[in-house]
């Protein structure tokens, strides 16, 4: 245990420090460095929806092939693979909304962590990706 007994202004600094940290002051420290980092995640319905009613850029994170096989009208088309470096090429839509979908869901909440990386903030993720557009008939372009 250290005891100060020559310089009282020490405990006061002590002191100081201690609560800069409790309250997170101190830049790095604090636990608001991921409170930005989130994605709304939607179910086809609600994706559908804000497709009719919002504009926004839709972007399909799946491999060419399964674009070719069938894809959500006027999606762009960035695989998730290429999209770290890729994203350059959507960036007049990051104060945008983008509305991002996958196969099943998971490629989509991979590439919405890229984007909220690289600046974006307003991300929609179909939840149950493709599959979920389709298992509730709703159209696909081919």
């Not at 309250?23 to 609600?46: H, L």
């Not at 999606?75 to 996958?102: A, H, M, N, W």
């Amino acid at each position: 245990m250290l005891i100060i007994k020559k310089r009282p202004y020490l405990k006061k600094i002590a002191a100081l420090i201690v609560l800069l940290f409790i309250f997170g002051f101190i830049p790095g420290c604090s636990s608001n460095a991921t409170k930005n980092e989130t994605y709304q995640n939607i179910d086809a319905k609600e994706a559908f929806d804000l497709i009719q009613n919002k504009e926004l850029l839709i972007l399909d994170v799946r491999t060419p092939g399964e674009y070719a096989a069938g894809h959500i009208k006027n999606s762009v088309l960035i695989p998730l693979q290429v999209l770290e470096t890729d994203y350059t090429k959507i960036l007049d839509y990051r104060g945008k909304s983008v509305f991002l979908y996958c196969r099943s869901g998971n490629r989509s909440v991979g590439a919405s962590k890229i984007l909220i990386k690289n600046g974006f903030k307003k991300l929609y993720n179909l939840k149950s990706g493709i599959n979920d557009w389709v298992k509730n008939g709703f159209p696909l372009e081919r």
